[in-house]
């Protein structure tokens, strides 16, 4: 069983998204431990792109920090490999193409299975262009992680068929960031995905107080928190650590009253 799919055996998940190497790789690092402590069931490691265009301005922000402290996707790589000797907590890595092409995609996609990554999230790569990279997951096992957006509601079952591990069902129109309100009605996202494949559905974008993801949460299988935590780790730098597993256990305990 791929460790993915024990992501949403236990109820409703909450997964936390972190920028690796903001402030420092040494600090993303005791921040996957602790919030594998505070109940987190999956962490997305962002690695840090020049032009991150799904990103608002505090993942923008986090990605120039990380860039400028000099991270390589080589380094990250170390750093997942000594995570991997602590914990075996879910982790997919969410980038962008170029990063995945300047590195070369099969060899990008090889290192990460070898290392002990779950799966991989590119945004920019819309549903057409992910032949690109899904066969060459499959092949060493990696989960293609598909993201839906609101707009797409004539696609969504389409993306929904072809769609492994999760769904990352994208909860507002625009870039990451903090909302004060969810409009958008993710709940009949949510409720196409699962006619067309059983599959779990965790929604992201937006959220950043427990109401909203216990709401998120109700209406899918777990809620997806990204500008929030970076948002801490802008605010903390190298003392972030214990904010950042304080607020993962109140998200998480919120998504389990869900």
Avoid: W
């Amino acid at each position: 069983m791929s460790n993915i799919s024990k992501v949403f055996e236990n109820g409703k998940a909450f997964i936390a998204f972190v920028t690796s190497g903001d402030p420092s790789l040494e600090i993303t690092e005791q921040l996957v431990y602790a919030m594998d402590e505070a109940g987190a069931d999956l962490v997305e490691l962002g690695i840090p792109f020049s032009d991150p265009t799904a990103e608002g301005p505090v993942i923008q922000e986090a990605n120039i920090r990380a860039l400028s402290g000099g991270v390589t996707t080589d380094k990250i790589f170390d750093m997942v490999r000594r995570i991997r000797k602590r914990t075996q907590i879910p982790m997919v890595f969410m980038t962008y193409a170029n990063v995945v092409f300047s590195y070369g995609t099969e060899r990008f996609i090889k290192t990460a299975a070898q290392i002990g990554m779950d799966g991989l999230i590119l945004p920019d790569i819309p549903y057409e262009e992910k032949d690109e990279f899904r066969p060459i997951c499959e092949k060493y096992g990696l989960s293609f992680i598909s993201l839906i957006a609101p707009t797409s509601h004539d696609r969504i079952r389409m993306i929904a068929k072809e769609a492994d591990g999760f769904v990352y069902c994208v909860s507002s129109l625009g870039v990451t960031g903090v909302r004060s309100r969810i409009t958008t009605d993710v709940g009949a996202m949510v409720k196409l995905v699962k006619e067309e494949k059983d599959i779990p559905c965790a929604i992201g974008f937006g959220i950043s107080t427990p109401e909203q993801a216990r709401a998120m949460a109700a209406i899918s299988d777990g809620a997806i928190v990204g500008s929030a935590i970076v948002k801490l780790c802008g605010q903390y730098g190298k003392d972030c650590v214990p904010y950042v597993k304080e607020y993962v256990e109140e998200m998480k305990a919120a998504v389990r009253e869900a």
